[in-house]
């Protein structure tokens, strides 16, 4: 196990994002210009017009069985969590493909693009940047 503290003071953000966003590359611009390389994602909503992921095929053995996937919506976003190390967010997601009428759990991969909008809740341990 890990224990990873915050060393300094922690600052939370809320991103509003939009139509055609890439919610992976808006997390990580957020963090190359906060200076941030530890967090949380500590919520998520929203709809995605692509959702890019990846799922564990197997729970024993020596790896996990990643499978990719890759689908367009209209997708429905009910829960997005996970944690930032070394500068990489590892969100995890719940969805639902209204059209095909499927759910989608798993973790987001880069490619996921915003149909609408979405809101990603962050807490970060490590900022550096100065705000006034």
């Known amino acids: ?12 953000l809320l991103l509003v994002l939009e139509r055609g966003d890439d919610v992976v590359a ?12 530890t ?13 890019q992921m990846h799922t564990i095929t197997r729970a024993h053995g020596e790896s996990a069985g990643d499978v990719q996937m890759e689908t367009e919506g209209p997708i429905e976003v009910g829960s997005m969590l996970g944690s930032i190390q070394n500068g990489e967010p590892h969100i995890h997601f719940v969805a639902h493909h209204t059209a095909d009428d499927r759910i989608f759990i798993g973790h987001l991969e880069p490619g996921s693009i915003v149909a ?8 970060l ?3 550096t940047a100065m705000h006034g």
């Open 125 to 127: 341990f490590d900022a």
């Open 26 to 37: 808006c997390v990580k611009d957020v963090l190359a210009r906060e200076g941030a390389q």
């Open 1 to 12: 196990m890990q224990v990873i503290p915050a060393e300094q003071e922690t600052r939370t």
């Open 116 to 123: 609408w909008r979405a809101e990603v809740g962050l807490i």
């Open 39 to 51: 967090g949380l994602v500590t919520a998520g909503i929203g709809s995605f017009s692509v959702l």
